[in-house]
């Protein structure tokens, strides 16, 4: 029962990746990405073209930057389920305010208001110390419930055309600029979680807080960090989902929440936190995007595309648990 | 020589147990200073308390010849100290470089990109030190078995330089080659003038390491040496103590059974220390101890047999003469084993229930299971059989007392149709009253044919109560005591602490 293991043992070769650990298992969504396109192909030989392309990307654009965010949140061993409501008030607000700013007023107001409840819920968070779920279930309903008393409980269609233009028609070197949003959002949070301080904290906290408390990290102003981050990418998801639809809704994309979380999980970020990167965000991401979309070219109604994004999560699940259940052995 | 840190007359409680009773401690520089004790002998919250992660009741606290307030941990950190803490302070996702230096970068610039290449070397001289020079610093300390992580935690406190470095219990995981590597870690670190404190239950090591040894017990100051001792020295102290024990009553024997022909309820093979195996049996009617300090391998057993243990098939069982691996808790049941697991609040109650529905939870007979009834039968004429004192039997559990609610808690098993009890810290944080009530009811038990398995940290008890007692080492069996008495105590206390390991070995040498 003594330990009596060599302590001086090099240890085994494993797969690296630029974006962090990345084993065989990890390998499976790629493939089925390359399946679902495999499909999408033949079913419909322009899907490969340019424009579908970015049509699709312009598509995942909104859950791509909803999806970075939560997969931080989680990875520092929380959750939030306020982002869609976020959105949407601070959709409204931007909105409201853009005729006196101007439109990058606006853009800042909207980008402020999500920091601020984001401010606020991770305050709540660290300083009881409630549960997560709870906090942002609150603010979800607080949020929601300011975006339809500030909208009259309608959308508001007075978004100035240079806007919706700019950010949700131009293109840059041939990208759309709102995929250009997305991207940046997903390089930001990349660059945080790999090369700050703040990444190894959020790593730190998810994987075992009592360890991060004990080491010396100011586990609650990060937890704060965290929620303000979170805050923030809704405040840019409403910039984009804004320009996109040329109206601020009071209830703006109500499942982008939802499906960030899913996208997150069957990227293959364990949902206890601690581990996983933004290169399973991004893998859950199109794997979810693709299939709807693949569906779609199938003529799959949407309620059969319902049963199979659930399904397709539910078997992530399963996987993960089997990854987790062999990698204790 | 003024003493770098001084603990002066420090008393803690926590809730009703109280942990240290005007204990004083002075450390100095460039010296070991251990700390030895039984278990609950308050060690770790000595420890704990000069990293400055508990804080005391009463008592002063000096640093460098001054009186200062007591240390919170982010001052003792500024001041120097550095603790290594027996149950883990890493975060096993993060590689072994995020976890060396987590908490202790320059900076605290949450946007500051973090300093990996320097920290890679730093990583390596403070690995090369401990004995993991060649290992990759970038796989996550989840992957590493539990003596290399033990390792990585004693080089995360190296990693701050301290002036004064904690180490508690630190040696329990590691093999032999890995603890001669700490050994020599700490004479070069002594040798640089770094403070030591070094909390153990091994007395070899105390005897081997040490310039200055306080013994604790109870809580309280046995004695505090100066110098170097023998293990003789440090077990006399250990089991003589000034401290009496409590007067116990002796054992009123149980309802021994002479018919050696009846199957023992149960037959487990555990390693013995010179090599060979030894088999622990328990027969009907016969109360059976597993005696020894944390993480020697009882607990590993009450788990086995009470059906936690993932890996159950790799130990040769048997449950009434039938070679059986109890891989679930519910087939234990079937088998009529019933478990009392360690830690009543967090393990046993449910502490937002009443006190009935914590006595009835438990598998129901045929005849009960048709009721919808939440609970079975007279919770009121049950209770008053185990004498527990109550007002009503729908008031919450929590209305009672510690050592009420443990006896509704082993209320629920003599309900239950078993034949072997696994008991684990049956009486742990209950006054002596309760105690004695406990003990009858576990009479009652063997009285009825039932065997129980006794793993216990209390000596006393463990004598008081066994036909027989185990004493074990580092996952293996040392001595079998048959009808112990109190005059086995200091040999008990001996094996436990490894001093019969020692001697063993130094005959060997």
């Known amino acids: 029962m003594s330990s009596q293991s060599s302590i001086n043992q090099a240890s085994p070769p494993k797969v690296r990746h630029l974006f962090g650990h990345v084993g065989y298992a990890d390998l499976m969504l790629p493939l089925l990405i390359l399946l679902l396109a495999l499909v999408a192909v033949m079913i419909e030989p322009r899907f490969l073209s340019t424009n579908n392309l970015l049509n699709l990307l312009r598509q995942l654009t909104p859950l791509l930057i909803f999806a970075a965010a939560q997969g931080i949140v989680i990875m520092s061993g929380g959750l939030d389920l306020s982002q869609s409501s976020v959105l949407s008030v601070a959709g409204v607000v931007g909105v409201l305010v853009m005729p006196q700013l101007g439109i990058g007023g606006g853009v800042c107001v909207m980008i402020a208001v999500g920091a601020f409840c984001g401010l606020l819920s991770g305050f709540v968070a660290a300083a009881t110390g409630a549960s997560p779920l709870i906090v942002t279930l609150s603010a979800l309903s607080i949020t929601q419930a300011f975006a339809l008393i500030l909208a009259n409980g ?13 950010v949700g028609f131009t293109s840059l070197a041939g990208i759309p600029v709102m995929v250009l949003i997305g991207l940046a959002v997903l390089a930001c949070c990349w660059v945080l979680l790999r090369f700050t301080v703040f990444g190894r904290y959020v790593y730190a906290m998810g994987s075992n807080y009592s360890a991060a408390l004990h080491s010396g990290v100011d586990v609650r102003f990060y937890t704060v960090l965290v929620y303000v981050l979170s805050g923030t990418c809704a405040g840019i998801g409403a910039v984009v989902v804004t320009a996109w639809t040329s109206a601020a809704q009071p209830i703006a994309a109500p499942n982008l929440a939802l499906q960030a979380l899913a996208s997150v999980v069957l990227g293959g970020v364990a949902l206890k936190g601690g581990s996983g990167g933004m290169i399973h965000v991004v893998f859950g991401v199109v794997t979810l995007g693709m299939l709807s979309n693949v569906l779609n070219m199938i003529g799959v109604s949407a309620y059969f595309q319902t049963l199979a994004v659930g399904l397709v999560i539910l078997l992530a699940v399963c996987l993960d648990r089997l990854r987790q259940r062999s990698a204790r052995r | 020589m003024t003493p770098l840190l001084r603990l002066v007359d420090v008393s803690k409680s926590f809730g009703a147990t109280r942990a240290l009773r005007g204990v004083s401690i002075d450390i100095f520089p460039g010296e070991i200073h251990c700390i030895i004790g039984e278990n609950g002998a308050g060690k770790s919250t000595l420890g704990r308390m000069c990293g400055g992660f508990v804080r005391p009741d009463t008592g002063s606290f000096w640093y460098d010849g001054k009186e200062v307030p007591f240390f919170s941990p982010e001052e ?48 390596k001289s403070v690995l090369d030190a401990v004995g993991l020079g ?14 290399q992580q033990q390792l990585v935690e004693i080089s995360k406190a190296l990693a ?21 590597h700490l050994h020599g870690i700490m004479g070069e670190l002594r040798a640089n003038g770094t403070a030591i404190v070094f909390v153990t239950h091994h ?17 309280a100051l046995v004695e505090s040496i100066t110098g170097r001792q023998t293990v003789d020295q440090i077990v006399e102290r250990l089991g003589g103590g000034g401290i009496p024990a409590p007067h116990w009553p002796q054992q009123s024997q149980v309802v021994q059974n002479p018919d050696n022909s009846a199957a023992d309820l149960l037959s487990i093979v555990v390693p013995r220390l010179d090599g060979s195996t030894e088999a622990i049996r328990v027969a009907p009617g016969e109360v059976v101890g597993l005696y020894g300090v944390i993480g020697c391998g009882s607990e590993r057993i009450a788990s086995i047999v009470s059906g936690q243990a993932s890996d159950a098939a790799s130990v040769a069982m048997e449950v009434e003469g039938q070679k059986i691996a109890v891989n679930t808790p519910v087939r234990a049941r079937r088998l009529g084993i019933g478990h009392l697991p360690n830690g009543r609040a967090a393990n046993g109650i449910l502490p937002t229930r009443s006190i009935s529905e914590n006595l009835y939870l438990r598998p129901r007979s045929r005849k009960q299971r048709a009721s919808l009834a939440p ?13 527990v004192r109550y007002g009503n039997a729908k008031d919450p559990i929590t209305s009672l007392s510690g050592g009420n609610q443990q006896k509704v808690l082993i209320g629920r098993l003599l309900g239950s149709d078993l034949r072997l009890l696994v008991l684990e810290e049956p009486t742990a944080g209950i006054d002596i009253a309760a105690k004695a009530d406990v003990h009858n009811l576990l009479r009652k038990c063997t009285g009825k044919g039932w065997g129980i398995l006794l793993v216990s940290s209390d000596l006393e008890e463990a004598i008081a109560l066994s036909d027989r007692i185990h004493t074990m080492f580092d996952g293996q069996c040392v001595r079998t005591y048959s009808a112990p008495t109190t005059g086995d105590m200091s040999s008990i206390s001996a094996d436990v602490v490894g001093a019969t390991h020692a001697k063993d070995r130094e005959e060997v040498l």
């Open chain 1, 154 to 166: 309608v959308p508001i269609y007075d978004v100035p055309g240079e806007y919706t233009d700019l």
């Open chain 2, 76 to 123: 003792a950190r500024a001041a120097g100290l550095a603790m290594v803490f027996q149950e883990l302070s890493l975060a096993p996702d993060l590689s072994i470089q995020d976890n060396l230096f987590l908490g202790a970068e320059p900076t605290r610039n949450p946007l500051r990109v973090l300093r990996r290449s320097r920290e890679r070397s730093d990583c």
């Open chain 2, 134 to 147: 060649r290992i990759d610093i970038r796989q996550p300390v989840n992957q590493l078995p539990p003596g």
């Open chain 2, 160 to 180: 701050r330089k301290p002036k004064i470095l904690v180490l508690d219990e630190p040696s329990a995981m590691l093999s032999l080659a890995e603890r001669k």
């Open chain 2, 203 to 219: 007395v070899s090591e105390v005897a081997e390491l040490a310039d200055r040894v306080t013994v604790l017990r109870n809580g």
């Open chain 2, 375 to 387: 609970t079975g039968g007279d919770p009121d004429k049950e209770l008053s059989e185990i004498g």
